[in-house]
């Protein structure tokens, strides 16, 4: 699975979008790029995933560079609940079910 | 529908002891993986349990195993307790769905080591 590097910490202020991005620059074609979060001291949640093209859910939008070299993590209102540990992690699809290798991700901290 | 369930939720042991964790994986999940997560740091794969196989393990000693049962529930077991051993042990199921699959994690458990 590709390499990805994320800012270690940022701060947004409530109500605001919050840009988390990833670099991962050394990405394959067939390789899927998966946000999770983990609120403190509870099982990482599952956000959203996307190939090439921009994805949305009811947590968040994802868009991915043309090239597919990096990515951002788009949480468009930010509440006091979305503080939490985000996680960008890059994987093969299709070849299975495998474990998932965490990185350090991005601490967000959204202010009152 | 419920989500990924463990029990317990905390446990206290002492150093030289064994433990047992449980899961319960998502209704319709065959797979179950199991997550060290030791204060301050990442997580950790521990095991990889598929269709009632051991599928894959990390870079965790032998005294670290597990099961998982015909109804797709786990247990880890850890032998001969060490300090070090204290941390959030996570569990999380998945469904193969055309190659692509999430991890939906269950609320973990805490363990202490004393």
């Known amino acids: 699975d590709a390499k990805t590097t994320q800012p270690p910490s940022m701060d947004c202020a409530e109500g605001r979008a919050a840009n988390l991005p990833c670099n991962h620059s050394t990405i394959s074609g067939n390789e899927y790029v998966y946000w999770y979060r983990q609120i403190h001291s509870q099982g990482p949640q599952y956000i959203i995933h996307g190939l090439k093209n921009n994805e949305t859910n009811e947590m968040a939008s994802l868009i991915i560079t043309e090239d597919r070299k990096s990515s951002t993590l788009i949480l468009p209102h930010a509440t006091l609940r979305d503080t939490a540990v985000y996680y960008c992690i890059v994987r093969v699809a299709g070849t299975g079910r495998r474990a998932l290798t965490f990185g350090s991700g991005t601490r967000l901290q959204v202010q009152p | 529908e419920a989500g990924v369930t463990q029990s317990p939720t905390h446990l206290i042991k002492t150093r030289g002891q064994q433990v047992t964790l449980r899961c319960s994986p998502i209704?319709?999940?065959?797979?179950v993986y199991w997550y060290q997560q030791a204060l301050g740091l990442g997580l950790q794969f521990l095991l990889w349990?598929?269709?009632?196989?051991?599928?894959n393990r990390g870079n965790f000693p032998p005294r670290f195993s597990g099961r998982q049962f015909p109804n797709y529930s786990s247990e880890l077991n850890v032998n001969a307790l060490e300090l070090e051993d204290s941390a959030l042990y996570l569990c999380?199921?998945?469904?193969?769905?055309?190659?692509?699959?999430?991890?939906?994690f269950g609320p973990g458990t805490r363990l202490t080591v004393t």
């Open positions: 349990y598929d269709e009632g196989e051991e599928r």
């Open positions: 209704s319709g999940h065959t797979s």
């Open positions: 999380a199921s998945s469904l193969v769905d055309r190659g692509l699959y999430e991890q939906y």
